[in-house]
């Protein structure tokens, strides 16, 4: 196991009981270096939505823990927000909340002449995915085709 995902699991099991305690949900950890800095990020979600305090009371407990602990490596960047609306999915978990929503899916190469599909999400597993396309026929593709799936949203 890398540092990187040493550093994502312990984080998320200290995250998980504060935010069971506060009735969120964890949608991802991820520990990231970008222009220079690294950032561990928390996404969290609840079924009304997340807000500005929701994510500061999340923080300061995380902080206060991870202050504690003392377990990364040099100097990061905290950040615990909302996924978004066009939240990508990447862990089991992700896919199974998200069976029966509109997925988008991005692939590497082209694929009947276009690189993006949308769909229902339908069925995942470790290799594939499965989404229901507008004309009720199922589209599979293989996780190693997928540049991204995320949530689709319309504005």
């Known amino acids: 196991m890398s540092k990187r995902e040493s550093y994502e699991q312990r ?9 069971e305690k506060h009735g969120f949900s964890l ?7 970008e222009g220079g800095n690294w950032y561990l990020r928390a996404y969290i979600d609840k079924p009304d939505g997340i807000g500005v305090n929701d994510c500061e009371v999340v923080s300061r407990e995380l902080s206060d823990i991870l202050d504690e602990e003392d377990y990364i490596e040099g100097s990061y960047i905290l950040e ?61 593709f293989e996780k190693s085709e997928i540049a991204l799936v995320r949530l689709a949203f319309d504005f």
Do not use: N, Q
Not at 11 to 19: G, H, K, R, V
Not at 27 to 33: C, G, S
């Open 80 to 140: 615990v927000s909302s996924p978004g609306l066009g939240r990508p999915l990447k862990k089991d978990r992700d896919f199974e909340r998200s069976m029966g929503e509109e997925v988008e899916i991005r692939t590497y190469r082209m694929i009947d002449r276009t690189k993006e599909f949308r769909g229902i999400l339908k069925a995942y597993d470790k290799d594939s995915v499965t989404i229901e396309m507008d004309d009720s026929r199922e589209k599979t």
């Open 11 to 19: 984080t998320e099991a200290i995250l998980l009981p504060i935010l």
């Open 27 to 33: 949608w991802d950890v991820e520990y990231v270096k």
